[in-house]
Each structure stands twice: as C-alpha cells, then as structure tokens.
C-alpha cells in the first residue's frame, strides 16, 4: 500500500471519528494547548522521509496524519468555544484573562500621488478569509469585518517609492455566532509595480493579481485555502509560497513562460501544461522563447496543489 494513501485514509477517518465522538461526547479540554501539537508533524515527516522501510514509513505516515487530525480538530474547537451572539470572546496576550468586544467595519485609506513608481505591501494577519478582486484610484484601500479598527494601516515614502504597512492588532481567530469574520477585502491602484508580502494565518484566500505589476509576491501561511491569479504586466514575476496544510491553485497566463520549484512532502501536484525538469523542477514549454517570465516556489506540508494556465481575454 502506498504511503499517501495510508496518510490521507487515515487522516480523514480520524477527523470523522472525532467529530463523530464529539457529537456524543462533551469532550473537555484544554484545546488552546493541545492544537499545538501540530509540529510533531513536521518532526514525524522528517523521520519518514530518512526512513526506507515501506512498512515503517505507512506506520509513521498514519500516525502523522492521526497527530494532524488531533491538531485541526482540537484548534477548531478552541476557536468556538469562544463564540456568542454579536459578541466575540478571545484571549488577551498580555494578561491571559478573557476580554470581549463588539463586531465592527472598518475601512482604510492611502491617497494616490502621480510621483509613486514603485510601491510595497506588507500584509500581517491571523486566521481570517482575505480578498484581492479590484483595483482603486487610491494607492490602497481596505475594507474589513470583525474586530473594530484591529488594523494599523503605516507608511513610508522615499522618492518615488512608498512602503506600506498593513497589520492586525490581534491575530487571532474571531468567530461570531459560529462564522469567522476576520474578513479583508484589500484593493491596490494598478499604476506602480509592487512587491507585495502577505503573512497570514490559516485563512480562506482569494487573491486576483492580474490587473497589477507584480515584481515579487510572497505569501506565507498556514493551514489554508488558497486561490490565486497572477498577471504578466511585469517582465518577470516572482512568486515565493509557504504553506501548511493547504489547498493550492494557481492560476498564470498562458502567454507568459513559467518555472515551478517545489519542496513538499505528502503533496498531490497537477502542473497542467507543464514539463518535469527534474523532480522539483517543471517548466512551460515556451520558457526559453517567451519574453515574460513566472517563477513560482512552493514550499508545503500536505497540500493539494494545481497550477493551471489560463488565456487573457481581449
């Protein structure tokens, strides 16, 4: 039997028996301890990887997935057991003692100046659903859910650079009557080439950046959805990607050549239109002939991953 097969049988019967159990069963405890766990899968997948014994390896493989399932469920529980109606209870990081406060919107603003030729974005947040989807006449725009004014919106100009800072105050999980709603929609003027660098938490992402000028895109995550859509406006696009336990897909523009790098472990890869180099390697065919370039480095844990190339409309 195969060791991805063992991995994800397992990892799935886990998570239905727990969930199961947990229908019938008040399980109490101390979950905001428990769901760290999760790095003993880090360490079981190393250990598989030097191991060579087949068996060894489903043994590992399935305990792995069981310490997993532990994980995810214990940090889901530990999100709603703080949840009520239209008021959201959290941990304060400073005293540890429960503090509560009321949903909210919130936008945030920075004006556009002609002068901006290249422009950055650091992103920082928790666990949330996130939204790139439009463009703006500002240089930045965000509309946000949940905990109001949680964001700190900075900036920093040199010549005709700007460097912006977008960060939440508290990452954390906030839920609502059972729904998360640390949701951001951010918007960016298509004008400047950006370097965007988004840190995030397990989260639900949706980025179309398509309409941008894209030099250098790096997302950092955890366990996570993730959705994305880059554009060839840049002579060369580079995207860096490290995930959890996530699902991957990406979309490029079919015109534009494109390499992908990967590092992952216990991953499915669909490379649509792509040729292997070597084992981490995959390149377009039109890479060598094409003026514009996409290189794309997956760094991933169990994961799901498509790369799919798409054709622009006229």
């Known amino acids: 039997m195969k060791t991805k097969h063992v991995f994800w049988g397992v990892l799935f019967i886990s998570i ?3 969930w199961l159990l947990d229908h019938f069963i008040n399980f109490r405890y101390e979950w905001g301890e428990l769901w760290r766990l999760w790095p003993i899968v880090i360490i079981l997948l190393g250990v598989s990887v030097m191991v060579r014994n087949q068996l060894v390896k489903c043994v590992l493989s399935g305990f792995t997935a069981f310490i997993l399932a532990f994980a995810l469920f214990a940090s889901v529980k530990y999100g709603l057991v703080y949840s009520g109606n239209g008021m959201e209870f959290s941990f304060d990081d400073n005293n540890h003692g429960l503090m509560s406060y009321h949903y909210g919107v919130t936008d945030y603003s920075e004006p556009f100046s002609s002068k901006y030729e290249k422009a950055s974005l650091h992103f920082k947040a928790g666990a949330g659903s996130f939204i790139v989807q439009d463009t703006t006449r500002e240089l930045f725009f965000a509309h946000t859910e949940g905990k109001q004014d949680n964001y700190t919106l900075t900036k920093e100009v040199s010549q005709n650079n700007v460097d912006l ?3 939440m105050a508290q990452r954390h999980v906030s839920i609502f009557s059972g729904k998360n709603r640390n949701r951001v929609e ?3 003027n ?3 080439s950006w370097d965007l660098d988004f840190d995030l938490g397990a989260a639900s992402v949706n980025f179309d950046l398509s309409s941008y000028i894209t030099e250098k895109v790096s997302i950092n995550m955890g ?3 993730l959705k994305l859509k880059l554009g060839d406006r840049a002579e060369e696009t580079r995207l860096d990607l490290n995930a959890g336990a996530s699902s991957i897909d990406i979309e490029v523009p079919e015109d534009a050549a494109c390499e992908i790098k990967t590092d992952v472990s216990l991953s499915s890869k669909h490379f649509e239109g792509f040729k292997s180099v070597d084992d981490d390697t995959y390149r377009t065919d039109n890479f060598n002939s094409a003026k514009k370039k996409i290189y794309i480095s997956i760094d991933s844990g169990v994961s799901s ?3 799919n190339r798409y054709t622009k409309s006229i």
């Open 165 to 167: 800072n977008f960060e």
């Open 186 to 188: 951010l918007k960016l």
């Open 223 to 225: 366990a996570a959805s």
């Open 190 to 192: 298509s004008d400047p």
């Open 305 to 307: 991953i498509r790369v």
């Open 16 to 18: 239905g028996l727990l």
